[in-house]
């Protein structure tokens, strides 16, 4: 049985040791410390290789601690098969002057991985004028990589910086697993153990980032020349304009050489001034500007600053920045994050599933941005002197006589407090009279009982409070369309739970909690996608459903139409919503062909589907793996393991309070997005841990 995964090893002599090293290093894995091996000749005739070469690759794993050959007794696997030694092959550059801090801060992340599983860890330099010898041979590597490799002293490689083609393939034909980090997608489609950057996320994410600075133009310098097609799917996506003289991308699809790239983000920054005719009319540039390289950015901004132009208010700039580094501090521009850690993270388990045998995902592995918390973007606020395109939200008109919120009222209609259903509602209004007695300000909570068709025309009563200056500003806990539009008109500040497009508002970022769910299932093995919610609204289905096919394909996950179930009419309520996840689970599960992963919100209608669930002896996770929302306040039972989908009702009541708050104070505000939290839950048994 043990025989069965060792196949003749073929290729030039030269190799076969290395290569038979690595072969009887993963059956003693996969058999595990205190199996028994098959007999050297049997070993021998499996591998294709001399008694004499097998005789060489024991001694050297015996040497390490993997295996034990005794006399007359056998060979055995020893603790030590559990060892793992990595090699990092970084790019001789990556301390340069002009380079991002990136490649030290990985190398620091890598380590402490390493140190974290217990794996025994190497760093090699590429130098490609140092080349070394293997077996008296010339290979493209420095001494030092190809003596380990020769040794079979490395089990794995991971490779960042791909400076050159030529080690890689050789790299790659040592029979060691090799994870490579790569920033085209495009060129890499069909290479095993490949970890990309994603900048489709990142460019999607500058877009929302600039377009809630209140840009509605936006141009971008790119490292990439197939950054130009996803940043033209943006556009669309945020409703965007652009022109071609705002888009700057390389020449050719190959990255810039390391030497060229100063002289490079500098030209490019000066043309892009030069061709808009910047110093004859300061109109011509676009409201905001992507760019998609942190280095790049600092070199264009120095040519801005040379000619005049003011960063922040002449033009607002989102850059791709890695998180933890200070190569944009002294900048006053936006920023979208890869995290150093995430990347270390998936190279090691791209490897690791590759050393352990497993089958790999879909290549390459995307490495998405940092998600922006809402409490980033409150701290970004619009610029007051923004030429044009900035939508900002009303100053209090008793902001000159009063600096301190002393009284709020947060109204409600009375549906939201007779409704047993509405659990969320009833909490907020808890945590905001809570935070605000906490800070010293008075709250009144008005109960709207007026009859439905009444509570669509301005409220008399809390319209004199507010001209009495009885109140300060009016939380809105429910943001019904035609409650919104008379409380718009009240002379006071206000801030909504509103699904509306209002610099005053503060909603859930739907598009984010798909795509954290999203990711959760593909990092879980999923490979299709199943939607029970009640979002959206029927005459917006189709781009809806489009932007979640888009979403889901980035993570590898297939989605079809009959698996997204939506009420078919809007405007469900109360038990109905409960009603809808009971009776949509058994539409979905009785499928010929179903997804295995499966998101459901709002938390009534996972309610249903949970009985459901029970109901036709459906075992999550085995049978299907589910992604399900849940309010804070609110934990309903679960009986099995699942991955929620956080609402904090304190966060909610934060970002309404601190509407009214710049609103009081004089200054500007934009819509808030709350982001979910995400959490692993294994069972009505234990507490959800935070990931």
């Known amino acids: ?73 056998g060979i055995y696997v020893e603790k030590g098969v559990l060892d793992r030694r990595i090699g990092l092959v970084f790019g001789y550059n990556i301390f340069a002057e002009e380079e991002s801090a990136f490649g030290g801060q990985i190398l620091k ?17 590429d130098l490609p004028v140092m080349k070394g010898l293997m077996n008296g041979t010339e290979v493209p590597a420095h001494q030092d990589l190809s003596d380990a490799l020769k040794q079979g002293k490395l089990n794995g490689i991971i490779l960042v910086g791909r400076n050159s083609v030529e080690q890689e393939d ?15 997608r495009g060129a890499v489609s069909n290479v095993p153990g490949i970890v990309c950057f994603d900048y489709e996320s990142l460019v999607f994410q500058g877009l929302e980032r600039l377009k809630r600075a209140g840009c509605k133009q936006v141009g971008l310098l790119a490292v990439l020349r197939e950054h130009e097609e996803m940043f033209r799917q943006g556009l669309r996506k945020f409703n965007l304009s652009t022109h071609e003289k705002w888009i700057f991308t390389p020449p050719t699809e190959e990255p810039i050489p390391q030497t060229e790239r100063r002289d490079f983000h500098t030209h490019v920054a000066r043309k892009f001034l030069e061709l808009n005719n910047w110093k004859k009319d300061k109109n011509s540039l676009p409201d905001g500007l992507i760019i998609t390289d942190d280095v790049m950015t600092t070199g264009a ?34 920023r979208v994050e890869f995290d150093p850690e995430d990347m270390a993270t998936a190279l090691f388990d791209v490897l690791e599933t590759m050393m352990d045998g497993d089958a790999l995902p879909p290549s390459p592995h995307l490495l998405t941005p940092v998600p922006l918390s809402e409490e980033t973007d409150r701290q970004e606020p619009l610029k007051a002197g923004r030429r044009k395109h900035h939508a900002s939200g009303k100053a209090s008109p008793i902001a000159k006589e009063a600096s301190k919120l002393e009284r709020i009222a947060i109204y409600t209609p009375i549906d939201s407090i007779s409704d047993p259903t509405r659990w969320f509602a009833k909490t907020l209004i808890a945590e905001l009279q809570q935070m605000l007695d906490s800070q010293g300000i008075e709250s009144q909570v008005w109960v709207d009982s007026r009859p439905a068709e009444q509570r669509n025309t301005l409220w008399k009563e809390l319209e004199n409070s507010a001209h009495r200056d009885e109140i300060q500003g009016v939380i809105l806990v429910d943001g019904d369309t035609n409650i919104f539009a008379w409380a718009k008109t009240l002379p006071i500040p206000i801030a909504a739970l509103t699904s509306e497009d209002h610099p005053c508002a503060a909603t859930f970022d739907m598009w984010h909690m798909f795509e954290l769910g999203m990711q959760s299932l593909a990092k879980k093995g999923c490979r299709s996608l199943g939607l029970i919610t009640v979002h959206p609204m029927s005459e917006h289905y189709r781009e809806y459903f489009d932007v979640m096919i888009e979403m889901a394909s980035r993570y590898g996950l297939e989605i079809k139409n009959r698996w997204i179930r939506i009420p078919r009419q809007p405007g469900l309520s109360g038990w109905d919503l409960e009603r809808f996840g009971f ?13 295995d992963g499966l998101i459901i919100e709002p938390d009534i209608v ?66 808030i997005l709350v982001r979910h939290k995400l959490q692993e839950y294994a069972g009505d048994t234990s507490t959800p841990s935070k990931l």
Not at 587 to 593: E, G, N, R, V, Y
Request: charged fraction near 25%; aromatic fraction near 6%.
């Open 1 to 73: 049985m043990s025989l069965a995964s060792l196949k003749p090893i073929s290729g030039p002599a030269r190799r076969k040791q290395s290569a038979g090293i690595n072969a009887l290093l993963a059956l003693a894995r996969k058999l595990g410390p205190g199996a028994k091996l098959p007999t050297t000749r049997e070993l021998a005739k499996a591998l294709g290789i001399t008694g004499a070469t097998l005789t060489r690759c024991l001694e050297n794993l015996e040497s390490r601690g993997v295996l034990r050959c005794l006399q007359g007794s």
């Open 109 to 125: 992340y890598c380590a402490t991985r390493a140190a974290d599983r217990h794996e025994y860890f190497s760093f090699f330099l």
């Open 170 to 184: 050789w790299l790659r034909s040592q029979g060691v697993p090799v994870a490579c980090a790569e920033a085209r």
């Open 301 to 334: 901004c120095a040519v801005f600053a040379d000619e005049g132009l003011k960063i922040g208010e002449d033009l607002i700039i989102c850059s791709q920045a890695n998180k933890g580094s200070g190569t944009l501090d002294p900048l006053d521009v936006l």
């Open 583 to 595: 009776e949509e689970f058994p539409a979905l599960w009785k499928q010929k062909d179903r997804p």
């Open 606 to 671: 996972v309610e249903g589907a949970i009985t459901a669930m029970l109901q036709l002896r459906v075992n999550p996770p085995d049978d299907i793996k589910l992604v399900l929302h849940r309010n804070e306040k609110h934990p309903y039972l679960l009986p099995f393991p699942a991955t929620l989908l956080v609402t904090s009702e304190r966060e909610y009541a934060k970002a309404l309070l601190d509407q009214i708050k710049r609103q009081v104070e004089g200054k500007p505000v934009s819509r």
